[in-house]
């Protein structure tokens, strides 16, 4: 009976059992099926439906368990694609997945790290893609992991982000790097994505371009949530630390919002992200971190995910969508509201149908309803807030557990390096009592031996007395059984008794040379012996009475020898014992010595190979250190030799500087000049770092060679005599920079490497450039305001004067010329004009730049006040207007004398010169105070390029028609003799000596022009001083500031112009 009850139950369980494994055999079928359709190596972007059942199934088996055992099967290494698709679907189920799919994940980082660093190193659009996601999931794993309250999908409250910073600055500083690294991957990977999506011109309507965009969805929710924790950490650390502090996170949250701006505009205008994606809005400018009433001005961007319709899911899936409302509640209130009320059917409704307590209680119902809602979202947020307590704690028992381990193991291994130290203690006194008991032992042994050597000489003795007994005994019996044996028998015996002796002296020889005394006892006793047998050949008679005494003797004899014999073999076994004890007691102290010696060897031996491997690595990096230091002072000669080398150089003749920068760049370099001499100091005490020496070295060739080529362009605008000497010193500094280099580079000569020879030349070369400082006219400064707009007034009209001039110019040369003359004058009219339309131009944007100049940074004064607070700048838009005017007025000149044939095509080239010099004056005078983002500088910059080009035109069209007009002589020396070729060859040697000479004369000439020009040019000192607000002291006019204002601008004097200007005065 009892078999046939148990019958049922038994088949039920095997057919749940069957149940469940057919359910669990469709959902892994399922799974697989939706994994392998959402990982493909297609360029097409991954279906929603089949993400969808991934998560489900997480959900389903609380991890992701079965969507790693099936993902690692893919060849992610084979296909960029593939991967890319497989890191877009982890993604997900990260974000959406069950909690415990982190874990799971975590599992397989280091295989996700190894396809990161794969597919990086690979140069693939998609592998570049791939090795950016990898790392951006690594992150955010790890984040995660660290930091549990916060779920992958990093929807929390402000509450649990507070709680997750704590109250300790130094957490909250530590979090607030995190979010920023996490949201710097975030954009690294949308950066890069878009950045490919425009090389390609890829569109976001077609596949190749949705596969790439279709993870930057959940890149754009990561993104939200995390500038949201940074706002909202940034602020609480403001409130505990100093904006000081902070400065590095403001400017690295800065680039991070302009990033993250930048990204969100893109994706808001791509038609892909306008159907699947609310992407929110940031505002115009980041918050203020220093006012903290910002935080309520900060509203939280809310990406929104709009629902989507996809009718063909219901043909792949094959389980059945749960039902959202309950049918029977339904059912239920809906025939209740059919059922009228028995009193309004009896007595009619109330006040004609409508009751005040019916409005109450509809109001309560509703409240009530309300307040069931929100019950229910309080106790979902209240599990959900215990769900997630009791995550933590259990992590945080595991910890403990993992805590609780180690403690366990460390105690494990003290008490063993206890009783290993207990042991190793107990075997050094062991082998101190071991050692104490073997120098008993042998001490005992070498008693013992002695003791033994003197049994073994009476024994020896014992032995050779038995034997002579023996001996005796035998010859007593032979002589009485044989009386009557003749003299013969006597004789034999006498040969026996000889032959006993001589094999007794063989036995003798062998023993040792202790036992030589007994030797001689015996031949002493054997001649006795003898002497007694030849008594007893005469005694023969009387040897029967004797018989019986020798019978009694032989018995005493043989007893003695037993009791002797035995007495030995009791010695010989306590010897043997004794022997063996100590046998034992060496060996064992043999081994003990032997196994302490190989553990005291080994430990020598480790320790010298740790010596001799600090050593090795203390040697490596000095020579390390020196060979970065030889590096650099190569590099640093190499820096040094270049500009001395521009020094020679044709094409730097060219080049020109203001003394102003040469003094702000030699202060630079004395000032480098003793970081050297810290860091040498610091290098010979520790030759271990020699960083400090490193960086002083690189920053002084640096400025050094600035000098060197700063000083070589200041020299070209100077006097002879001074530029003489300051091209000189800047030669001796750059050997000895160069001497003090090669100091360095060698061991032997580190020691006494002295940078003062280079501080006394740079310190010339300082006094120098102050004394070719420019001296200034002296100009009011309530008049720099007026005199500005008369220059630029004065300046255009001059252009357009040289305009109406070149016009009359044409239709003269027209009149008067025809051919090929017409044609060249026409062209070279032709470049002035443009030209001089290129300068007008470049003239109406320098005024409106400086109008927008003197507007922005006027303020409250005006315009007048604004020039002359700013009295040098003033003073070299001045000069750089006047240069201008002058140059177009001496242009049209030079193009009226080319024309009427009366001057040089050359004069009209150095024209064209003077003028893009003096437009690149203004320019320069123009852009010194101008913002950095004006939008008028680089209209003002192009026409100065306009003019340039003009300029070369000019100079084109004015070389092409001299080599047009101009007729070359053929050379034909065939018909000359020999005399006549030397006659003539002497004097074309004497015409380029002549040449030659009027060719040095003419540069002095252009020397000391120069030189006059560069004193009219300038202003006085104290006027400086006093125009930038400042005060100067003449009791030390070669103290300069480390960190000095603009350099002047090069003035050109007025030449051509002659405006109403206070005459100008020279400062000695």
């Known amino acids: 009976m009892n078999s046939m009850k148990r019958v049922p139950t038994r088949v039920k369980s095997r057919r749940i059992e069957a149940n469940l494994g057919a359910e669990r055999e469709h959902f892994d079928k399922q799974q697989l099926n939706s994994i392998s359709k959402a990982i493909t190596s297609a360029e097409t972007p991954v279906k929603e439906k089949h993400v969808r059942r991934i998560i489900l199934g997480t959900h389903r088996e609380k991890g992701a368990f079965t969507f790693w055992s099936y993902a690692l099967g893919f060849p992610l290494a084979s296909s960029s694609i593939l991967s890319w698709k497989f890191c877009h679907v982890l993604h997900k189920v990260l974000r959406d997945g069950h909690r415990n799919v982190l874990q799971d994940c975590m599992r397989h980082h280091s295989s996700l790290v190894e396809i990161g660093h794969l597919w990086a190193n690979l140069h693939d659009r998609y592998g570049q893609l791939v090795g950016l996601y990898s790392k951006l999931l690594c992150t955010k794993m790890e984040f995660h992991v660290k930091h549990s309250d916060i779920p992958p999908n990093l929807e929390v409250t402000d509450e649990v982000l507070e ?23 975030e954009l690294r990977l949308a950066e890069t994505v878009l950045r490919q999506l425009n090389t390609s011109i890829a569109i976001s309507t077609l596949t190749s371009g949705q596969c790439r965009l279709s993870p930057l969805i959940q890149v754009i929710q990561d993104c939200s949530h995390l ?26 949250f800065h680039d991070q919002f302009h990033s993250l701006k930048t990204f969100f505009n893109k ?14 809005k940031l505002p115009d400018s980041p918050p203020n971190f220093l006012h903290a009433a910002s935080l309520a001005k ?9 629902d989507e319709e996809e009718p063909e899911q219901q043909d792949d899936d094959d389980d059945d969508p749960e039902p959202l409302i309950e049918v029977s509640d339904m059912s239920t209130s809906s025939v209740q509201a059919q059922q009228p009320d028995i009193f309004d059917q009896t007595f009619g409704p109330p006040n004609g149908g409508f009751d005040d307590r019916d409005l109450q209680i509809e109001s309560l119902k509703r409240d009530l309803e309300l307040l069931r809602a929100e019950l229910e979202r309080v106790k979902a947020e209240a599990q959900r807030y215990i769900t997630q307590l009791k995550s933590q704690i259990n992590s945080l028992e595991a910890e403990l557990e993992e805590q609780r381990a180690q403690k366990q193991h460390a105690l494990v291994e003290n008490e063993q ?34 003791r033994y050597n003197k049994l073994k000489e009476k024994h020896t003795e014992l032995v050779a007395s038995h034997a002579e007994l023996l001996r005796k005994s035998a010859d007593t019996v032979k002589m009485l059984s044989a009386t009557q044996q003749t003299q013969e028998e006597v004789e034999r015996t006498k040969q026996q008794l000889s032959f006993e002796v001589d094999r007794i002296k063989q036995d003798a020889d062998m023993k040792l040379e202790e036992q030589k005394f007994e030797m001689e006892k015996l031949k002493r006793e054997l001649e006795e012996k003898m002497a007694e047998v030849m008594r007893i050949k005469a005694t023969l008679q009387s040897s029967e009475k004797t018989s019986a005494q020798v019978n009694s003797s032989m018995t005493a004899l043989q007893a003695e020898k037993e009791r002797l014999m035995r007495s030995v073999s009791e010695k010989e076994a306590e010897l043997s014992s004794l022997r063996q004890t100590a046998q034992l007691q060496q060996s064992s102290l043999q081994q003990e010595r032997e196994r302490n010696s190989r553990e005291l ?19 490596k990096l000095l020579e390390e250190q020196f060979a970065l230091l030889l590096g650099t002072v190569t590099e640093a000669e190499n820096i040094i030799q270049d500009a001395v080398a521009k020094l020679d150089d044709p094409l730097h003749v060219r080049c020109t500087s203001s003394p102003d920068y040469l003094i702000s760049r030699a202060e630079a370099t004395l000032g480098s000049l003793d970081k050297v001499k810290k860091g040498h100091t610091d290098y010979l005490s520790n030759m271990g770092d020699a960083g400090g020496l490193l960086r002083a070295v690189t920053q ?12 070589s362009a200041t020299a070209h605008m100077a006097p002879t005599d001074h530029a003489d000497r300051l091209t000189e010193n800047c030669r001796g500094c750059a050997t000895q920079s160069l001497q003090f280099f090669k100091d360095l580079k060698s061991k032997t000569t580190l020691q006494r490497a002295d940078p003062a020879h280079i501080r006394i030349v740079i310190q010339k070369i300082l006094h120098l450039g102050q004394e070719l400082r420019p001296k200034s006219m002296d100009v009011r400064q309530d008049e720099l305001g007026d005199l500005v707009e008369k220059e630029m007034a004065s300046t255009s009209a001059a252009i357009e004067e040289a305009v109406r001039r070149i016009d009359e110019m044409m239709n003269q040369a027209r009149k008067d010329t025809s051919g090929v003359k017409l044609e060249v004058n026409e062209r070279i009219l032709f470049s002035c004009t443009d030209l001089m339309k290129a300068i007008r131009m470049l003239i109406i944007a320098s005024t409106d730049l400086q109008k927008e100049i003197v507007e922005g940074g006027r303020g409250a004064a005006t315009i007048k006040e604004f020039y002359a607070r700013n009295s040098r700048w003033t003073e070299g838009l001045i000069s750089a207007a006047k240069a201008v005017g002058w140059g177009a007025t001496e242009m049209v000149e030079s193009a009226d004398k080319v024309v009427l044939h009366t001057g040089k095509y050359e004069e009209l080239i150095v024209c064209s010169h003077e003028i893009a010099a003096s437009t690149a004056q203004l320019v320069a005078a123009s852009k010194v105070k101008a913002d950095r983002n004006s939008k008028k500088l680089p209209v003002l910059q192009q026409a100065s390029r306009r003019v340039n080009e003009m300029a070369a035109n000019v100079v084109a069209s004015t070389r092409t028609g001299q080599e047009h007009l101009e007729e070359k002589d053929t050379m034909d020396f065939s018909g000359m003799s020999l005399i006549k070729l030397r006659k003539e060859e002497m004097e074309s040697q004497v015409k380029v000596l002549e040449l030659e ?23 006085p000192l104290e006027q400086v001083s006093e125009g930038n607000g400042e005060t100067s002291s003449p009791a030390h006019p070669a103290i300069m500031s480390p960190k000095p204002t603009k350099p002047a601008l090069m003035k050109k004097p007025a030449l051509a112009q002659k405006p109403n200007i206070p005459t100008k005065t020279t400062f000695k």
């Open 997 to 1019: 000479s009027h060719l040095e004369s003419e540069r002095l000439r252009l020397g000391e022009l120069r030189k006059k020009h560069y004193e009219l040019a300038g202003v």
């Open 700 to 711: 002084f060739s640096h400025l050094a060679a600035d000098t060197i080529i700063n000083g």
């Open 227 to 252: 500038y949201h924790f940074t706002v909202k950490l940034l602020f609480k650390l403001h409130a505990c630390l100093p904006a000081d502090t902070l400065q590095g996170h403001r400017e690295r």
């Open 163 to 185: 709680r997750t910073a704590g109250t300790d600055v130094n957490n909250v500083f530590q979090l607030t790097v995190e979010v920023f690294d996490y949201l710097d991957t």
């Open 267 to 280: 994706a808001r205008d791509m038609m892909y992200f306008k159907r699947l994606i609310q992407i929110p």
């Open 417 to 450: 390096l206890r009783m290993e130290l207990e042991a190793t203690r107990r075997r050094n006194a062991e082998h101190e009592s071991l050692q104490t008991t073997f120098i008993e032992a042998d001490k005992r042994a070498q008693a013992t031996e002695q």
């Open 298 to 306: 900060h509203v939280k961007p809310v990406v929104v995910i709009p």
């Open 601 to 619: 060897g080994e430990l020598q031996g480790k320790l010298q190979e740790k010596t001799s491997l600090e050593e090795q690595l203390k040697q």
